[in-house]
């Protein structure tokens, strides 16, 4: 399974990368919804994990709709440590918050259960 992580601290993505990869998962990353996006024209994820705030023009609910227009059932977790943003729902989705890299790893092996 592969997983891009689109976070724009860059310890917090390394240490969300780490805990995932150390899971044995394929990872791929993202510091701004611009990188994000030029994953999308790849297909190559099977989950999307953003951080609710991120810097630039394209938000974190605009990287899970255009994922999904390539493919409508992706799943996303919605990640942030301390936000006062309450999530646009979008369908399949999940919000941790507060969150550690542990959190993240849980989240991900749940939708990977699901899907087996």
């Given at each position: 399974?592969r997983i891009l992580?689109?976070?724009?601290?860059?310890?917090?993505?390394?240490?969300?990368?780490?805990?995932?990869?150390?899971?044995?998962?394929?990872?791929?990353?993202?510091?701004?919804?611009?990188?994000?996006?030029?994953?999308?024209?790849?297909?190559?994820?099977?989950?999307?994990?953003?951080?609710?705030?991120?810097?630039?023009?394209?938000?974190?609910?605009?990287?899970?709709?255009?994922?999904?227009?390539?493919?409508?059932?992706?799943?996303?977790?919605?990640?942030?440590?301390?936000?006062?943003?309450?999530?646009?729902?979008?369908?399949?989705?999940?919000?941790?918050?507060?969150?550690?890299?542990?959190?993240?790893?849980?989240?991900?092996?749940?939708?990977?259960?699901?899907?087996?």
């Open positions: 399974m992580v689109v976070e724009d601290d860059a310890l917090i993505r390394e240490f969300v990368v780490e805990a995932l990869r150390e899971e044995r998962y394929d990872v791929i990353h993202a510091a701004n919804g611009e990188e994000a996006l030029a994953w999308c024209g790849r297909r190559v994820a099977d989950v999307l994990t953003t951080d609710v705030r991120l810097p630039g023009g394209i938000d974190r609910w605009q990287i899970a709709e255009r994922w999904r227009e390539h493919n409508p059932g992706l799943p996303v977790i919605y990640a942030t440590g301390l936000s006062p943003i309450v999530p646009r729902p979008v369908s399949g989705s999940l919000t941790c918050r507060p969150y550690h890299p542990e959190d993240i790893v849980r989240a991900v092996r749940r939708l990977a259960e699901d899907r087996a």
